[in-house]
């Protein structure tokens, strides 16, 4: 994320309404709304621009060995999606995380620095988000006729969670 024509600026952070003030840089008027326990949004948080090269950082990565690829679940068809996964690898068939692919046996490809530097603003701003260092990044990719249905994703262990 670059921050070098970023500016800071005090963003209120809800916890129910406003309560607390954090200091952000960033080029745009962030809002900051909880809307249930666990699930914040952050409106205008990442700069238009840094979310381009977001975007381009993916399309780079994923070109490349373990990049994006159609999975599927089991015999079933495929999904309607392209998906990549960053710093281990997930598998829609046995939904477990290991450090290979089981389809193609690549490995995933390190999560880029600067994705960590968005996790760590985000702790940063809204104080409700646990320290956490992300070890896995699941990027999806919809072509004009993709799309993902209606799905929760149960499949973190406890000791994952915590």
Known sequence: MSQSSAQPF?????????TKKTRVTSTSIVSTHRLKP???????FI?????VEVVRT????????????????????????WMMCLGKN???RSRL????RPIDGAQAPAIP??????????????????QITPDICIVNFYDSTGRLGLH???DESKTSIN
């Open 152 to 154: 929760q994703d149960k």
């Open 90 to 92: 997930w598998d829609p």
């Open 113 to 130: 620095r600067e994705f960590t530097h968005i996790v760590q603003a985000v702790i940063s701003a809204a104080t409700e988000v646990p």
């Open 10 to 18: 005090d963003i209120c952070v809800e916890g129910g309404r406003a």
């Open 97 to 100: 995380y290991g450090s290979t």
């Open 58 to 81: 993916c399309r780079r990565l994923g070109i490349c060995p373990g990049g994006f690829y159609q999975p599927n679940f089991g015999n079933g068809p495929k999904m309607r999606l």
């Open 47 to 51: 700069a238009p621009k840094d979310q």
């Open 38 to 44: 666990g699930v914040i949004l952050l409106k205008w």
